[in-house]
């Protein structure tokens, strides 16, 4: 079974910016779509970064536009979400998520992918 770990979250002022990693285990990544969500206290989990199983396509809200980018490391294993200009309302705990199969559909919604990770917390804070 895929199995997923989330770090590099922590605590950073506004404007700063950190790189969370998410290490999949089990299975090849290539053969997975990729997607980063996060969920703050009180609020529903959203998505904030998805990408096609081969990585040519990626999908972003208009709330983390310009300073997020997801990325994949298939050597490693790895997926990546560069994130820049922090604000205090990107505060959240992260989560990597992965769904198994091919093609260029880049997924956006919780209920499509199968596989998560515990979490990482992510907190912008003055």
């Known amino acids: 079974q895929l199995q997923l770990v989330e770090s590099g979250g922590g605590l950073v002022q506004p404007g700063d910016s950190l790189r969370l990693s998410c290490t999949t285990s089990?299975?090849?990544?290539?053969?997975?779509?990729m997607g980063w969500f996060r969920q703050a206290p009180g609020k529903e989990r959203e998505f904030v970064a998805a990408?096609?199983?081969?990585?040519?396509?990626?999908k972003y809200p208009e709330s983390v536009m310009g300073r997020f980018t997801i990325s994949k490391d298939y050597t490693k294993n790895e997926v990546y979400l560069q994130m820049d200009s922090l604000e205090p309302g990107d505060t959240a705990v992260y989560y990597c998520?992965?769904?198994?199969?091919?093609?260029?559909?880049?997924?956006?919604?919780?209920?499509?992918?199968?596989?998560w990770g515990q979490g990482t917390q992510v907190t912008v804070s003055s």
């Open positions: 089990g299975y090849k990544l290539s053969l997975y779509a």
């Open positions: 990408a096609s199983w081969d990585g040519e396509h990626t």
């Open positions: 998520a992965a769904r198994y199969g091919h093609g260029e559909t880049v997924h956006v919604t919780t209920a499509e992918y199968g596989f």
